[in-house]
C-alpha cells in the first residue's frame, strides 16, 4: 500500500504510517491538499492525515474533508512523543535556539522555558530536523521525532519533553474507493458529514433522532460553508456501524433536516477509545 503524508521524512505522520503499516511505500507531501488530491486521483494512494490531538484540539483539514469527501478507512490514536535532537557533538547545555512546528513548540512550552530556549516557528518538526542537521551550529537543537533523530543523523539529547506525557494524535486513513467493513458486534465508528436545511430550530430537530435512538456521538464539529457566515456544514462522529438499526433510525431521522448528507465512513474503532 502507498501512504500519502503531508511533511517531510521522519515527521510524526510518517512515523504512524510505519508505525501501523509497516508494509507501506510513504509518499512525502507539502500540504495537505497534496495529500488528498493524490488519493482522488489515484486509488491506490491513501493518505494518512492527522485529524486532532488531545492538547491542542483539530488540527484544521475539515474543508479538505468537505472539498475532497474521500472514505475513511481507519482511524489510530498515535503517541506524540516529542524529543530535543541536537547535533551528535553537541549537549544539552550548548543549545540556545530551539526549532520545530508552532503545535510541538506549544506542547513542550513548560520544557522550553524551564531551558530558557530561544524558540523558532518552523512549517513542520521534521524539517525542522533536517534544518538543525545542515546547520552544523551546536547551539542550535529541534523538537521532533525519533525517526527524524535516526533520517537526519541528530543525537536526542533529552526525550519525552511534552508537557503532557500521553500527547496523542487521532490520525484518519483516506482513499478514493468505498469501503465498509460488515457489521458485527465489533466497535465501529460512522463519520458523516451534513448540512442542515434553513429553518428555525434545525440543529435541534435534526438530533433528536439520535437522542430517542439511544445513539452516542463522538464528534460535532460545526464549520462554515465556503464563503459564508450563515451556512454551516456539521461533521459527526457516530459510535456504532451505519447498519445497527438503531443508527439506521437516527440517520433516516436526521435525512429529513438535511439539505446535503453524506457518509465519509464506517470503520473499526481504535482501542485507544476504550482507555
Not at 483539514?61 to 490514536?77: G, P, Q, S
Not at 466497535?187 to 430550530?201: D, E, G, Q, R
Request: net charge neutral.
Amino acid at each position: 500500500m502507498k501512504i500519502a503524508y503531508q511533511g517531510v521524512a521522519g515527521s510524526y505522520s510518517e512515523s504512524c504510517a510505519k508505525k501501523m503499516y509497516p508494509e507501506s511505500e510513504t509518499i512525502p507531501c507539502k500540504t495537505f491538499d497534496e495529500c488528498f488530491e493524490r488519493s482522488s486521483e489515484d486509488n491506490s494512494i491513501k493518505s494518512l492525515i492527522p485529524e486532532s490531538n488531545k492538547t491542542t484540539g483539530n488540527i484544521g483539514v475539515e474543508y479538505l474533508i468537505f472539498k475532497y469527501r474521500l472514505n475513511i478507512y481507519a482511524e489510530h490514536f498515535f503517541p506524540i512523543n516529542h524529543n530535543l535532537l541536537g547535533l551528535k557533538d553537541s549537549y544539552i547545555e550548548d543549545i540556545k535556539e530551539v526549532y520545530s512546528h508552532a503545535q510541538a513548540l506549544s506542547q513542550s512550552s513548560s520544557f522550553i522555558r524551564k531551558k530558557k530556549f530561544i524558540e523558532n516557528v518552523r512549517a513542520d518538526t521534521a524539517g525542522s530536523a533536517k534544518f538543525v542537521s545542515e546547520t552544523k551550529d551546536r547551539s542550535k537543537a529541534a523538537i521532533a521525532s525519533s525517526l527524524s533523530a535516526e533520517i537526519y543523523g541528530l543525537k536526542i539529547l533529552q526525550e519525552n519533553i511534552q508537557d503532557d506525557k500521553d500527547n496523542v494524535t487521532r490520525f484518519l486513513l483516506f482513499g478514493k474507493d468505498i469501503f465498509q467493513p460488515d457489521f458485527s458486534d465489533d466497535n465501529h465508528v460512522t463519520s458523516i458529514l451534513f448540512k442542515l436545511k434553513n429553518k428555525p430550530a434545525a440543529l435541534y430537530s435534526a438530533l433528536s433522532g439520535f437522542a430517542i435512538n439511544g445513539v452516542d456521538m463522538s464528534k460535532l464539529q460545526s464549520f462554515p460553508e465556503k464563503n459564508s457566515f450563515s451556512s454551516y456544514f456539521f461533521l459527526c462522529d457516530i459510535d456504532g456501524h451505519i447498519e445497527s438499526p438503531k443508527i439506521k433510525n437516527s440517520l433516516e431521522e436526521l435525512g429529513l433536516h438535511c439539505q446535503d448528507m453524506h457518509v465519509l465512513g464506517v470503520y473499526k474503532s481504535d482501542i485507544f477509545r476504550k482507555k
